[in-house]
């Protein structure tokens, strides 16, 4: 007698594909891959030349150019007019306005990175590499009804660069900003400084306010504190 195949199905003769066994779970789809960072020099944020003069401060600076004014009138022993007044008050409002943009603009450009050369730079000002960025510098403001506004100011022996990491509007940077500048700190030399009473730098917080290490500044950077939010570093 020939034995045939298990269950009785002759050689030869295809099995019910019901009984065939169900096949292996798809793989779970592999994490994409990490985009890739920008080439050339990349502009980091978009500094907009009014982002200073949002909300509460405009408002402040225009009432305190009224009063201004209402002094100007009364010294000068001219009547009072408030249509005069309005028009002299929004001019000089402008002009201040104006004045500090200018002077803001100039010592803190927009800032530039180039992570193919390992440089960055401010405005049209001469690069300097990376590696050259020794500090690290968070300054902040408060804004309107709680609000707060983070600085990351980077200085080496001969430059300097801010970043506003949160604005006035409580907007922060953009993804492609946020990851070059996470790079691009990466590669610095940033160090919290040290004295020579404190060789340690134990209490370097402390010694020197607003100072952050790299690790820090790159927290800074990817994850900005909020209002009310602690910061790494002390006043």
């Given at each position: 007698?020939?034995?045939?195949?298990?269950?009785?199905?002759?050689?030869?003769?295809?099995?019910?594909?019901?009984?065939?066994?169900?096949?292996?779970?798809?793989?779970?789809?592999?994490?994409?891959?990490?985009?890739?960072?920008?080439?050339?020099?990349?502009?980091?944020?978009?500094?907009?030349?009014?982002?200073?003069?949002v909300g509460a401060t405009t408002a402040f600076a225009f009432l305190a150019a009224i009063q201004?004014?209402?002094?100007?009138?009364?010294?000068?022993?001219i009547g009072f007019r408030w249509d005069l007044a309005l028009l002299v008050a929004v001019g000089?409002?402008?002009?201040?306005?104006?004045?500090?943009?200018?002077?803001?603009?100039?010592?803190?450009?927009?800032?530039?990175?180039?992570?193919?050369?390992?440089?960055?730079?401010?405005?049209?000002?001469?690069?300097?590499?990376?590696?050259?960025?020794?500090?690290?510098?968070?300054?902040?403001?408060?804004?309107?009804?709680?609000?707060?506004?983070?600085?990351?100011?980077?200085?080496?022996?001969?430059?300097?660069?801010?970043?506003?990491?949160?604005?006035r509007q409580d907007a922060t940077l953009d993804p492609i900003s946020t990851a070059v500048l996470?790079?691009?700190?990466?590669?610095?030399?940033?160090?919290?400084?040290?004295?020579?009473?404190?060789?340690?730098?134990?209490?370097?917080?402390?010694?020197?306010?607003?100072?952050?290490?790299?690790?820090?500044?790159?927290?800074?950077?990817?994850?900005?504190?909020?209002?009310?939010?602690?910061?790494?570093?002390?006043?």
């Amino acid at each position: 007698m020939r034995l045939g195949p298990p269950g009785g199905a002759s050689v030869g003769e295809v099995s019910d594909p019901d009984d065939a066994p169900a096949p292996p779970d798809d793989p779970a789809p592999a994490d994409p891959a990490p985009t890739e960072l920008p080439h050339g020099w990349v502009r980091i944020g978009e500094r907009r030349w009014w982002s200073t003069w949002v909300g509460a401060t405009t408002a402040f600076a225009f009432l305190a150019a009224i009063q201004a004014v209402q002094f100007f009138f009364r010294i000068a022993e001219i009547g009072f007019r408030w249509d005069l007044a309005l028009l002299v008050a929004v001019g000089v409002t402008v002009g201040i306005f104006a004045l500090i943009t200018v002077i803001r603009n100039a010592r803190a450009p927009q800032p530039w990175i180039d992570l193919d050369s390992g440089q960055l730079r401010a405005g049209t000002r001469r690069p300097i590499p990376l590696v050259q960025v020794d500090r690290a510098v968070l300054t902040t403001a408060p804004v309107g009804t709680g609000g707060r506004v983070l600085v990351l100011r980077l200085t080496a022996e001969e430059a300097r660069v801010e970043f506003i990491l949160r604005d006035r509007q409580d907007a922060t940077l953009d993804p492609i900003s946020t990851a070059v500048l996470a790079e691009a700190l990466r590669r610095t030399s940033v160090a919290m400084p040290t004295s020579i009473h404190d060789p340690s730098g134990r209490f370097a917080r402390y010694n020197f306010p607003g100072h952050v290490g790299r690790d820090d500044a790159v927290a800074l950077v990817e994850h900005p504190p909020a209002a009310g939010d602690p910061l790494p570093a002390a006043w």
